[in-house]
């Protein structure tokens, strides 16, 4: 890591916020140019992404208050940009089910599996917020190759459906998404697989598996990549 970075990275620790480095052997396929993380929570995977791609231009959503406070403070020494907002297949208000581990709070409701399987995540409160869709803030001078990166506890379908108009600018997905339903209504991993897979991105890698007590796949991460 560069020293320019470092001086960006350690002052997130000093928050307790630390890069995402259980990334690190995803097996990415270009030297990004952009960067989309949507769910940013603190700021984990953008500073991730900024010690691999330091060129990139990273473009942070995350819509939970406290942990968007936190993200703007940590990444804007990293130049990223952050957005107040969560993403969605339409514009409007919704409500965001806040988990007493808001790493897991969700637009959807917090199901009875995620809380048998991550005990602590239950429900602690609900909190109006903005849903935008994710073409509104792409243009087509886009710099490429471009990463979407996407962990919205359940709600990835939608996210994708919100950037359908924009995701012949993506290059690469990489995506948290369920085997089982884990909130409320959730899309799982096949019709994940399918929408991108009719959008010409294709999964080519499945990393970090959780499993419940009994083996059962419960989660993982899938990285995409588009045909041409």
């Not at 089910?97 to 602590?120: N, T």
């Not at 792409?138 to 990463?147: E, K």
Request: some cysteine; overall charge negative; proline content about 4%.
């Amino acid at each position: 890591m560069s020293p320019r970075l470092w001086v960006a990275v350690l002052p997130a620790l000093r928050e307790g916020v630390f890069p995402s480095l259980e990334h690190a052997s995803v097996p990415f396929g270009s030297d990004f140019r952009t960067i989309i993380d949507v769910g940013a929570s603190r700021g984990q995977f953008a500073l991730f992404a900024k010690t691999r791609f330091p060129h990139a231009r990273i473009i942070s959503f995350e819509p939970l208050p406290d942990a968007e406070r936190t993200a703007t403070r940590v990444l804007r020494r990293v130049g990223a940009e952050v957005y107040s907002v969560a993403l969605g297949a339409t514009v409007g208000e919704t409500t965001l089910h806040v988990s007493a581990r808001d790493d897991s709070s969700s637009l959807l409701g917090i199901g009875p599996e995620q809380v048998r399987s991550f005990p602590g995540t239950q429900q602690d409160e609900e909190v109006s917020v903005h849903v935008d869709v994710l073409a509104n803030y792409l243009s087509d001078d886009l710099a490429r190759p471009c990463l979407l990166k996407i962990d919205v506890q359940g709600f990835e379908l939608e996210v994708l459906k919100g950037a359908r108009e924009c995701l012949t600018l993506v290059d690469e997905v990489f995506v948290e998404a369920s085997f089982i339903e884990l909130y409320v209504g959730q899309a799982l991993v096949g019709e994940v697989v399918e929408f991108l897979a009719q959008n010409d991105l294709h999964l080519v890698d499945v990393t970090g598996v959780v499993r419940r007590k009994d083996g059962v796949a419960l989660q993982a991460d899938f990285l995409f990549r588009r045909a041409s």
